[in-house]
T-cell receptor, first 115, second 117 residues
Framework: DGGITQSPKYLFRKEGQNVTLSCEQN?????MYWYRQDPGQGLRLIYY???????QKGDIAEGYSVSREKKESFPLTVTSAQKNPTAFYLC??????????????FGDGTRLSIL | AQKITQTQPGMFVQEKEAVTLDCTYDTSDQSYGLFWYKQPSSGEMIFLIY??????QNATEGRYSLNFQKARKSANLVISASQLGDSAMYFC??????????????FGDGTTLTVKP
């Protein structure tokens, strides 16, 4: 079955540490996205990528970095500059060639906490 | 800048009854798409229904329908015959650029729906 796989499901970060969240999709989608969700709130866009080797900042990119070296992979690094990283992180993808009415497909998320 | 407002933080509905979840949006674009997603307590996001700004008819998908009032900039989700499994958080989202593939979406803060037996 095609889908989006996020790992790990739970992640703990120590002070001053960078951590990387994995996102892999086998849906052959061009566009991929990272969102942050705080408790009881909506999704806020961190970074997005519409094509390999290209990505743009979203609304809350500070303290995060991404790469898009392969179509199927879009890892997110939470750097030590992100002072409040505790949140639920969702990765999504979308087929851009089929028109803008296509919904995003989401992974199951990663819960990140500070130790 | 685009903005989505969901004014109901929490809603209750009796099993088998219908419920309407409100969503209003703000955009200066003529072309846009509106989406509703469901997020159960497990956290995954499930796509429910889509409405394009140029669609003349309200979208329907099974028990879900969208009450689209373009002049009022509202896109309310109607769930008919509520089931216990409908208890979840519901998000309204908008993507600007109907004919482009820009792909950025803005999400509302969500409405938590609880279905009572």
């Amino acid at each position: 079955d095609g889908g989006i796989t996020q790992s790990p499901k739970y992640l703990f970060r120590k002070e001053g540490q960078n951590v990387t969240l994995s996102c892999e999709q086998n849906l052959n989608h061009d566009a991929m996205y990272w969102y942050r969700q705080d408790p009881g709130q909506g999704l806020r866009l961190i970074y997005y990528s519409q094509i390999v080797n290209d990505f743009q900042k979203g609304d809350i990119a500070e303290g995060y970095s991404v790469s898009r070296e392969k179509k199927e992979s879009f890892p997110l690094t939470v750097t030590s500059a992100q002072k409040n990283p505790t949140a639920f992180y969702l990765c999504a993808s979308r087929p851009t060639q089929e028109g803008s009415n296509q919904p995003q497909h989401f992974g199951d998320g990663t819960r990140l906490s500070i130790l | 800048a685009q903005k989505i407002t969901q004014t109901q933080p929490g809603m209750f509905v009796q099993e088998k009854e219908a419920v309407t979840l409100d969503c209003t949006y703000d955009t200066s674009d003529q072309s846009y798409g509106l989406f509703w997603y469901k997020q159960p307590s497990s956290g995954e996001m499930i796509f429910l229904i889509y409405q394009g700004s140029y669609d003349e008819q309200n979208a329907t998908e099974g028990r879900y329908s969208l009450n689209f009032q373009k002049a009022r900039k509202s896109a309310n989700l109607v769930i008919s015959a509520s089931q216990l499994g409908d208890s979840a958080m519901y998000f309204c989202a908008m993507r600007e650029g109907y004919n482009t593939n820009a792909g950025k979406s803005t999400f509302g803060d969500g409405t938590t729906l609880t279905v009572k037996p």
